[in-house]
């Protein structure tokens, strides 16, 4: 049976493979597929039952991490956007009370934002109801499956940063 037809009544970017396609390519496809399902369900459901958007939580999810607060430009790095997206999602947040924004101390022409009290209770209820559905998305997988799966990306991940690692010490090359 082909992967197309085994794709379902919603196809996805794998429905695009057929059998003789190389593995590698297959896997690929794959997980771009089960991550884009993973990533709209989440977006749905952050949409359904809090009104925000995943850009908005990845926002304040970086400024949990970092109760010093970040720089507009480290929180537009972090989350690879452009500053013009992380100025406006700032913007919203800061209009609703959830992140402050400051004059940086040792640059006056950046600004540092920080998570307000009521940004930290709201991101943290948002957070723990993210988990149960992250849980609940992976709960077709028995605790060794996602065991094995880690340890498999695990290995995945570092061929991938010693292969950029590679790259970049190819291209200083003179």
């Known amino acids: ?22 593995q590698a390519l297959k896997l690929w496809l794959r997980l771009l597929a089960c991550t884009t399902r993973v990533e709209d369900q989440i977006r749905a459901r952050l ?3 809090f009104g925000t958007t995943l850009p908005r939580f990845d ?8 109760p010093q607060g970040l720089t507009m430009r ?19 947040l800061e209009a609703e009370g959830l992140v402050l924004r400051e ?16 940004g930290r209770r709201q ?8 988990e149960q559905w992250v849980v609940e998305l992976l709960s077709g997988w028995s605790a060794e499956d996602k065991q094995q799966v880690y ?18 010490t190819k291209d200083a090359s003179p």
């Open 1 to 22: 049976m082909a992967l197309q037809d085994q794709a379902g009544p919603d196809p996805d970017l794998e429905s695009r493979v057929s059998d003789d396609d190389h």
């Open 47 to 49: 949409r359904g039952e």
């Open 59 to 66: 926002l304040l999810a970086q400024l949990e991490r970092h």
């Open 74 to 92: 480290e929180l537009s790095r972090r989350l690879m956007v452009t500053g013009g997206n992380v100025t406006g999602i700032t913007d919203q």
């Open 103 to 118: 004059t940086h101390p040792s640059d006056r022409r950046s600004f540092t934002v920080r998570l307000t009290p009521a």
């Open 123 to 130: 991101f943290k209820r948002w957070a723990a109801t993210h």
């Open 151 to 168: 340890g498999l990306l695990s290995g995945l991940k570092s061929h991938l940063l010693m292969l950029e690692s590679q790259h970049k």
